[in-house]
Nanobody, 122 residues
């Protein structure tokens, strides 16, 4: 499975962005999906995860209530809707996939997208 992330950009605080992650390859529906983010010099952190059932999700406390993860298996695409963006959300965002159930740990994921930069200005 190859992942291609897109949708990042520059936005003012309080604004919104939607990230997309297109999966190329078979069996997208059998993979859990996740979004991680990383700021240079800091550790990568999990943002949100979604299981195969498209209902079981996890959100980091810092984004809960503002971000929504979703997937469209017919389009082989996962999304991260980001609202009420804050300056501290500035990071490179990565989508990731793994067969089976989701995990909050990055090393558990087999496939990674190339990352998309999100910059939130004050």
């Amino acid at each position: 499975v190859q992942l291609q992330a897109s949708g990042g950009g520059l936005v003012q605080a309080g604004g919104s962005l939607r990230l997309s992650c297109v999966a190329i390859g078979p069996s997208f529906s059998s993979h859990a999906m996740a979004w991680f983010r990383q700021v240079p010099g800091k550790e990568r952190e999990v943002v949100a995860t979604m299981d195969l059932d498209s209902f079981t999700t996890y959100y980091a406390d810092s984004v809960k209530g503002r971000f929504t993860i979703s997937r469209d298996n017919a389009k082989n695409t996962a999304y991260l809707e980001m609202n009420s963006l804050k300056v501290e959300d500035t990071a490179i965002y990565y989508c990731a996939a793994r067969p089976g159930y989701s995990s909050r740990v990055g090393v558990d994921y087999n496939y990674w997208g190339q990352g998309t930069q999100v910059t939130v200005s004050s």
